[in-house]
């Protein structure tokens, strides 16, 4: 899984659980929901809630073998990456200086209401973390509306520190299952390739 340029993430069910392929017929690994309660997805949640709340939430990310690789976790705030051993990698949080960049300038700010407006899509900004809490890169989410009453991923672009493109994520969302393609334009040092790996899981998993 660390080694192929590009990945897909199926989710299998409702539940937080996905198969990870070289986007072919290639199984490299398999994630499942090891901690915390089941959340609720469509109209369950759209009535309710997620279900999950505060509560801690644990995804154990292991190799075909059951072999564990990395974990996600998430305990109310935003979700934590740890290696096999448990060691803290780094996290995913939220980038408000991209965020105001985007809202400052004229440009960007005509830019973005003709987005919303017109062509109903929006950008959220957010940035992988070190362990150490020092930045490695920054995540650009295009977010859609298509007529519905919430917002949808449908892809994002990743940049190191001095704003080289080094990865790219599409993203299909399904009704409960949802698809995601990673293309990784470089081999990429540690922790960032598996910050950049655990990305989709983390971001389904903080707004779930």
């Known amino acids: 899984m660390f080694d192929v340029p590009v990945l897909r993430i199926e989710q299998l069910s ?19 929901q090891v901690a915390g309660p089941e959340p609720r997805k469509g109209l369950a949640a759209a009535f309710r809630d997620s279900g999950l709340g505060e509560a801690y939430v644990e995804l154990r990310v292991g190799g075909p073998d059951g072999t564990p690789l990395f974990f996600v976790t998430r305990h109310g705030g935003y979700p934590e990456i740890l290696d096999a ?17 985007e809202m400052s300038s004229e440009v960007g700010a005509l830019a973005s209401l003709r987005r919303t407006l017109v062509y109903r899509t929006k950008v959220w900004c957010e940035r992988l973390l070190d362990a150490e809490g020092r930045p490695l890169c920054r995540l650009r989410w295009t977010m859609g509306h298509p007529g519905n009453d919430s917002w949808s991923p449908l892809s994002c672009d990743y940049t190191d520190m001095e704003g080289l493109h080094i990865a790219e994520l599409e993203i299909r969302e399904g009704h409960p299952r949802d698809s995601y393609r990673l293309q990784l334009e470089f081999r990429l040092p540690e922790p960032l390739r598996t910050l950049v790996i655990a990305s989709p899981l983390a971001f389904d998993l903080s707004r779930t």
């Open 14 to 32: 409702w539940r937080l659980e996905y198969e990870i392929s070289d986007g072919g017929e290639r199984l490299l690994a398999r994630v499942d």
């Open 85 to 101: 051993d448990r060691t803290p990698l780094g996290r995913i949080d939220y980038d408000e200086e991209s965020m105001v960049r």
